[in-house]
């Protein structure tokens, strides 16, 4: 189960699922079940019905018998489709054979679903498809409100900061803005600048980390000619060269305590001193500064001073951590591999997509390196998926048997994806067992309540070797 299910699960309700069949059971049946993710469930008893209801209510999902007196699930799929062509429509079928399955997935069937149902499998669709539906319409809202082409925010906790970012850009008050490492502080400082009066204007950023105060200085108020040694020129410091615009001082916290005194001024008077001159200079600036501590943990300390953090954090932005917005990840996943895929691959070439066993590794992850850790991940997916989808291997997460979602990725038949299921655990089972052993087999076996003989069969047949011992089967 993802951690954060609770999270998706706010988002699912947003989904409108409609249910045709002429049977009450099935109806009711399916009704129930999808009903347990919270999404809103009408049913139809036949496509005629399911024609009238589609007058007034909109859904994003149908699922639809295929026989059914009067007009058949493949006529109601084609009605629906000329007029809602995103509408996704799965066929219930009672005899799954290859030939209906493939004519209802060719005559623009999203899925079709065998009787009697595999629960599992039906949430499985609506969840992924569901995020789809929602990365779709998180598009369509970003053309309007909230416009933006490069933050992702479905999750609640982003569009509250998207909401923040709205109110906050047109003032000119500092903002702060406090997150982990990767979570996109740099990126929302861009949006306010972006978004501002003065987006117009220059945005210059200094991370001041690592950078002592007289370099600091210098950088950030300028110097006179002959100031310190290799001033060979007057130069404007980025106070001055901004004129008007945003300056992002990112790692707040890696500031000395006179540092934060000079720079305490600055805020106040609004009047920088370049080095080696005795005059002021006035400045005219924005100020978005960012950190990935807690300024007031700092604060009780002793090493932050409580009256710059009070003039920084005017206006305070929290970034949550990737593990913390579960909901964003499928999307998040998608803008990175697009972005990926125009950086690293060749035009002409097609980018492979997530399948779902993927896309359910990556909600279960645990991101310590946030959503930069994300991209990490999928720019080296990229580059090592060689077929048409990114499957968890690609990922390079440690191995985690994912038997239920690795099952429906693709479909063959049913008993070679049982075999295929059955090899998979075994695999996982086996080398488990000989870790635990430190690759000693009679105990393996022992462990596994197998014989010898048995335990070497299987190691055997799916190659498996001993690798500490490197004993022979
Ligand atoms: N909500 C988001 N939507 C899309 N891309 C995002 C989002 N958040 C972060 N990113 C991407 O993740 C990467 C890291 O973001 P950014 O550099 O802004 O993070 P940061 O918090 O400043 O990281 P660090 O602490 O390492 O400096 C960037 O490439 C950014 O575009
Ligand atoms: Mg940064």
Same mark, same amino acid.
């Given at each position: 189960?993802?951690?954060?299910?609770?999270?998706?699960?706010?988002?699912?309700?947003?989904?409108?699922?409609?249910?045709?069949?002429?049977?009450?059971?099935?109806?009711?049946?399916?009704?129930?079940?999808?009903?347990?993710?919270?999404?809103?469930?009408?049913?139809?008893?036949?496509?005629?019905?399911?024609?009238?209801?589609?007058?007034?209510?909109?859904?994003?999902?149908?699922?639809?018998?295929?026989?059914?007196?009067?007009?058949?699930?493949?006529?109601?799929?084609?009605?629906?489709?000329?007029?809602?062509?995103?509408?996704?429509?799965?066929?219930?079928?009672?005899?799954?054979?290859?030939?209906?399955?493939?004519?209802?997935?060719?005559?623009?069937?999203?899925?079709?679903?065998?009787?009697?149902?595999?629960?599992?499998?039906?949430?499985?669709?609506?969840?992924?498809?569901?995020?789809?539906?929602?990365?779709?319409?998180?598009?369509?809202?970003?053309?309007?409100?909230?416009?933006?082409?490069?933050?992702?925010?479905? /999750?609640?906790?982003? *569009? @509250?900061?998207?909401?923040?970012?709205? $109110? +906050?850009?047109?003032?000119?008050? !500092?903002? #702060?803005?406090?997150?982990?490492?990767?979570?996109?502080?740099?990126?929302?400082?861009?949006?306010?600048?972006?978004?501002?009066?003065?987006?117009?204007?220059?945005?210059?950023?200094?991370?001041?980390?690592?950078?002592?105060?007289?370099?600091?200085?210098?950088?950030?108020?300028?110097?006179?000619?002959?100031?310190?040694?290799?001033?060979?020129?007057?130069?404007?410091?980025?106070?001055?060269?901004?004129?008007?615009?945003?300056?992002?001082?990112?790692?707040?916290?890696?500031?000395?305590?006179?540092?934060?005194?000079?720079?305490?001024?600055?805020?106040?008077?609004?009047?920088?001193?370049?080095?080696?001159?005795?005059?002021?200079?006035?400045?005219?600036?924005?100020?978005?500064?960012?950190?990935?501590?807690?300024?007031?943990?700092?604060?009780? /300390?002793?090493?932050? *001073? @409580?009256?710059?953090?009070?003039?920084? $954090? +005017?206006?305070?932005?929290?970034? !949550?951590? #990737?593990?913390?917005?579960?909901?964003?990840?499928?999307?998040?996943?998608?803008?990175?591999?697009?972005?990926?895929?125009?950086?690293?691959?060749?035009?002409?070439?097609?980018?492979?997509?997530?399948?779902?066993?993927?896309?359910?590794?990556?909600?279960?992850?645990?991101?310590?390196?946030?959503?930069?850790?994300?991209?990490?991940?999928?720019?080296?997916?990229?580059?090592?998926?060689?077929?048409?989808?990114?499957?968890?291997?690609?990922?390079?997460?440690?191995?985690?048997?994912?038997?239920?979602?690795?099952?429906?990725?693709?479909?063959?038949?049913?008993?070679?994806?049982?075999?295929?299921?059955?090899?998979?655990?075994?695999?996982?089972?086996?080398?488990?067992?000989?870790?635990?052993?430190?690759?000693?087999?009679?105990?393996?076996?022992?462990?596994?309540?197998?014989?010898?003989?048995?335990?070497?069969?299987?190691?055997?047949?799916?190659?498996?070797?001993?690798?500490?011992?490197?004993?022979?089967?």
């Amino acid at each position: 189960m993802p951690r954060d299910t609770n999270k998706l699960l706010y988002d699912l309700r947003d989904l409108t699922i409609l249910v045709v069949d002429d049977q009450a059971d099935v109806r009711n049946g399916l009704k129930r079940l999808i009903g347990t993710l919270g999404c809103e469930v009408l049913t139809a008893a036949s496509a005629e019905q399911a024609l009238e209801v589609l007058q007034n209510e909109y859904f994003d999902i149908i699922f639809t018998d295929l026989k059914m007196d009067g007009m058949s699930g493949v006529d109601l799929m084609h009605r629906v489709k000329q007029q809602f062509p995103e509408i996704e429509v799965v066929m219930i079928t009672g005899h799954g054979t290859i030939e209906i399955a493939v004519s209802c997935l060719q005559s623009g069937a999203s899925h079709f679903i065998t009787k009697p149902f595999d629960n599992k499998e039906i949430l499985s669709f609506i969840k992924n498809a569901g995020y789809k539906i929602l990365s779709r319409q998180h598009a369509q809202h970003n053309q309007s409100k909230y416009a933006s082409r490069d933050i992702v925010a479905i /999750d609640p906790s982003m *569009r @509250e900061v998207m909401e923040l970012i709205e $109110q +906050v850009a047109p003032s000119k008050v !500092p903002v #702060l803005i406090e997150g982990a490492s990767g979570t996109g502080k740099e990126l929302i400082a861009r949006e306010i600048h972006n978004r501002s009066r003065v987006s117009e204007k220059p945005f210059l950023a200094i991370n001041c980390i690592a950078l002592p105060d007289t370099l600091l200085e210098s950088e950030l108020f300028g110097y006179k000619k002959g100031a310190f040694t290799g001033a060979h020129k007057d130069t404007k410091g980025l106070f001055e060269q901004v004129g008007g615009g945003t300056i992002f001082l990112d790692e707040v916290a890696s500031m000395s305590m006179m540092f934060q005194g000079k720079l305490l001024r600055v805020l106040q008077e609004k009047v920088i001193r370049p080095l080696g001159t005795g005059e002021t200079v006035a400045v005219d600036f924005r100020l978005i500064a960012a950190t990935n501590k807690n300024l007031e943990e700092l604060v009780a /300390d002793g090493r932050f *001073r @409580e009256d710059l953090l009070y003039r920084l $954090q +005017v206006m305070k932005i929290e970034l !949550p951590k #990737l593990k913390d917005r579960t909901a964003c990840i499928p999307a998040l996943a998608e803008h990175i591999l697009q972005r990926a895929a125009r950086e690293i691959m060749d035009p002409g070439e097609t980018c492979p997509s997530f399948s779902r066993a993927a896309i359910d590794a990556l909600i279960e992850h645990n991101w310590p390196g946030n959503v930069r850790e994300l991209e990490n991940t999928i720019q080296r997916a990229l580059i090592v998926c060689k077929g048409e989808k990114i499957q968890p291997s690609h990922l390079g997460f440690s191995k985690n048997l994912n038997l239920a979602s690795d099952l429906f990725d693709e479909f063959d038949s049913y008993e070679n994806e049982k075999q295929k299921a059955i090899e998979s655990f075994q695999k996982v089972y086996i080398q488990k067992a000989l870790q635990r052993t430190g690759g000693n087999i009679s105990r393996a076996a022992e462990l596994c309540d197998l014989t010898r003989a048995a335990f070497q069969r299987i190691m055997r047949k799916l190659n498996i070797e001993s690798v500490k011992s490197k004993e022979k089967v």
